[in-house]
């Protein structure tokens, strides 16, 4: 059964770069057809798609994040990571990790990070 | 961009109870990518439904899904205290790649 868990800085200065690791265990994330993806969920906005990452490193992300979405895979370690940068408050938010099979749903999900953005 | 609007955003039922949720698409899509999750506090997200209709694994059958085109219904027959929960459907667009959510109905006891 895979897992995943999320790790990274729970408090992050605006501007900054907020950085997050996902650490994927009972699975390759390398192996199969699977994308990763980046969800975030704000008390506001609901639950918010952020971006996915394929096994050969192909990336999609938001359009409504204009461009501050990076996503990486560390395959030796089985992790994949998100930098998003220049952060405001609006960037608060609760973010999981999750398995995304074929195009169409997330079936397994990390149990989620806290990240404030706040001086 | 698509919009996935939920209805209604808050249920108040009793257990034993059908519960209907609506999730109505802003254009038409296809049923292939739509899915439908249920979120309880503290926890992540858990998919119930994929391709409209389909139960994930380990999903009880008292959940289903249906619909096309625009409208799109999760239904839960008999409701045991566990369900009650937010409900989420979750849309998958191709151009460009994105997935959308809904804004969610929260399934309160009445």
């Known amino acids: 059964q895979v897992q995943l868990q999320e790790s990274g800085p729970g408090l992050v200065k605006p501007s900054q770069t907020l950085s997050l690791t996902c650490t994927v265990s009972g699975d390759s994330i390398i192996s199969g057809s699977y994308y990763w993806s980046w969800i975030r969920q704000s008390a506001g906005k609901g639950l918010e798609w952020i971006g996915r990452?394929?096994?050969?490193?192909?990336?999609n992300s938001n359009p409504s994040l204009k461009n501050r979405v990076t996503m990486s895979m560390d395959t030796s370690k089985n992790q994949f990571s998100l930098n998003l940068s220049s952060v405001t408050a609006a960037d608060t938010a609760v973010y999981y990790c999750?398995?995304?099979?074929?195009?169409?749903?997330?079936?397994?999900w990390g149990q989620g990070t806290l990240v404030i953005v706040s001086s | 961009e698509i919009v996935l609007t939920q209805t209604p955003g808050t249920l108040s039922l009793s257990p034993g109870e059908r519960a209907t949720l609506s999730c109505r698409a802003s254009?038409?899509?296809?049923?292939?990518?739509l899915s439908w999750y249920q979120q309880k506090p503290g926890q992540a997200p858990r998919v119930l439904i994929y391709?409209?209709?389909s139960r994930a694994t380990g999903i009880p059958d008292r959940f289903s899904g249906s619909g096309s085109g625009t409208d799109f219904t999760l239904t839960i027959s008999g409701l045991e205290p566990e369900d009650f929960a937010v409900y989420y459907c979750q849309l998958y667009g191709s151009s460009p790649p994105r997935y959308t959510f809904g804004q969610g109905t929260k399934l309160e006891i009445k």
């Open positions: 999750a398995r995304l099979i074929g195009y169409s749903y997330h079936d397994s």
């Open positions: 254009q038409s899509v296809s049923s292939s990518y």
């Open positions: 990452i394929y096994a050969r490193g192909n990336t």
């Open positions: 391709g409209a209709s």
